[in-house]
C-alpha cells in the first residue's frame, strides 16, 4: 500500500461582494459604504434642486419671492438686525473661513496629524472651486429688490457664504468631535450646527441671496465633507507599507 500523499490544504473560502461591502474591519468595507451612501444621499437632493433651478419651476421661484420680500420688509424696519447679520455675514465669510481652516492644518501638521491636515485642505479647496464654477454654470442672478439693505456682487447659485460655512461645519466635526468628551461633543455640534445655519440664514436676510441658493450651499457643502471623508475613511485604514501576502509554502529546509 503506498503512502499517502501530501494533504492539500483548503483555499480559504472568498467572502461574497455584499459580504465584504458589509464587513466592518475592511478598509473598503462597512464605513466606506455608510459614506457612499452619505454621498449619494446627499447629492440627489443638490441634483434635483439645481434641475427645478434651471427649468424656473414656478412653485420654487415663489417660494424664494415670498421668503426674500418678507425678510427684506422686516429688514428694512430694524437697522439693528441688518447690522448684526451683517457683522456676522463678513466675520464668517469664505476668506475667514480659509484663513481658520489654514491655521487649523497647521495645527494638525504640528501635532502629527498628517492625514488629517491634507484631508482639511482637500475638503476647502475643492468645495472652494466647486463654487465659482457651479455659479458661472448656473448663472443666477441675485434678487434684485427696490429697497436692498445690502448687495454682493457675482452671481447667486449656490451660495458661497452657505456652501463654505457647510464645509468648515464638517470640518468641526471630523477634526473635534471623535476625542471629544459628552459636553464638550454638545459643544462642537452647537458650533458647527450655529456656523452653518445663522451664515446661510444672513445671506437671505440681507436679501442677497434667495433661500435656495442657500439650500443648494448646504447640500455640497455636506456631499464635499462626506466625499472626502470616504476617501479618509480608506487611507486611514490602509497603512502605509503593508507586508505582501506569502506566496505559499517555500521548499523545505533541511531534512
Given at each position: ?16 461582494w ?5 464587513h466592518p474591519?475592511g478598509?473598503r468595507?462597512l ?13 440627489v ?11 424656473a419651476?414656478?412653485?420654487l ?12 420688509g422686516h429688514a ?7 447690522s448684526l ?16 481652516a489654514?491655521?487649523?492644518?497647521l ?5 502629527g ?10 475638503t476647502m479647496t ?16 441675485r ?9 454682493a456682487?457675482?452671481?447667486?447659485f ?17 477634526v473635534?468631535?471623535?476625542?471629544a ?13 450655529l ?5 446661510g440664514f444672513?445671506?437671505v ?13 448646504w447640500?455640497?457643502?455636506a456631499a464635499?465633507v462626506a466625499?472626502?471623508?470616504?476617501v479618509?475613511t ?5 497603512p502605509?507599507?503593508r ?6 509554502p517555500?521548499p523545505a529546509?533541511?531534512?
Open positions: 500500500m503506498s503512502p499517502p500523499g501530501p494533504r492539500t490544504l483548503a483555499a480559504p473560502p472568498r467572502s461574497s455584499r459580504g465584504r461591502r458589509l474591519d478598509p468595507g464605513r466606506l459604504t455608510l459614506a457612499a451612501a452619505a454621498v449619494f444621499l446627499v447629492a437632493p443638490f441634483t434635483l434642486l439645481a434641475v427645478l433651478v434651471l427649468g419651476w414656478p412653485p421661484r415663489r417660494l424664494d419671492t415670498a421668503v426674500t420680500d418678507a425678510l427684506a428694512a424696519d430694524h437697522p439693528a438686525w441688518v447679520m451683517t457683522l456676522w455675514t463678513e466675520v464668517f465669510a469664505p476668506m475667514p473661513l480659509r484663513a481658520g489654514l491655521v487649523l492644518v495645527w494638525l501638521l504640528r501635532r496629524a498628517r492625514q488629517l491636515a491634507v484631508w482639511v485642505a482637500v475643492v468645495g472652494g472651486l466647486l463654487g465659482p464654477l457651479l455659479k458661472l454654470l448656473f448663472g443666477r442672478s434678487p434684485e429688490l427696490p429697497d436692498p439693505v445690502a448687495e456682487p457675482g452671481l447667486a449656490p451660495s458661497g457664504h452657505a456652501l463654505n460655512a457647510a464645509l468648515a461645519a464638517g470640518v468641526l466635526l471630523v473635534f468631535l471623535p476625542h468628551r459628552p459636553a464638550p461633543r454638545r459643544v462642537v455640534w452647537t458650533a458647527a450646527l456656523l452653518a445655519l445663522v451664515t444672513s445671506r436676510a440681507l436679501g442677497v441671496h434667495w433661500t435656495s441658493d442657500v439650500l443648494a450651499g447640500l455640497l457643502g464635499v466625499a472626502t471623508a470616504a479618509l480608506v487611507w486611514r485604514a490602509t502605509p507599507g507586508p505582501a501576502p506569502p506566496k505559499g517555500g529546509q533541511g531534512s
